[in-house]
């Protein structure tokens, strides 16, 4: 069984900046791609940022620039640098990781139990 644990999410004005961190736990054998999506109230959830086990990363255009998404592949953990937050990037942001369980031959995706985010104006 894996776990997904959030952490760092909270209240900041706008122009402030939070840093999100995931820490995947369990039986593990490797995680290759971890991201993080959000979902606004009324919204579907949507990708914010992803990363390979290699590094490669991708984001959505509106986050382009202001966040980072970065991890540490020993500790399992993927983490998610904002920057220049605005009242449009509320929401709870969720860790996800598509990864390989010992004993299964499929790697599954798995999520976490989500973040919450707010940027006042």
């Known amino acids: 069984q894996v776990q997904l644990v959030e952490s760092g999410g909270g209240l900041v004005q706008a122009g402030g900046s939070l840093r999100l961190s995931c820490a995947a736990s369990g039986s593990i054998y490797s995680i290759n791609v971890m991201g993080w999506y959000r979902q606004a109230p009324g919204k579907q959830r949507e990708l914010v940022a992803g990363?390979?086990?290699?590094?490669?990363?991708n984001y959505a255009d509106s986050v382009k620039g202001r966040f980072t998404i970065s991890r540490d592949n020993a500790k399992n953990t993927v983490y998610l640098q904002m920057n220049s937050l605005k009242p449009e990037d509320t929401g709870v942001y969720y860790c996800n990781a598509n990864l390989l369980n010992w004993g299964m031959s499929r790697p599954g995706n798995n999520w976490g139990q989500g973040t919450q985010v707010t940027v006042s104006s």
């Open positions: 990363i390979t086990s290699g590094g490669r990363t």
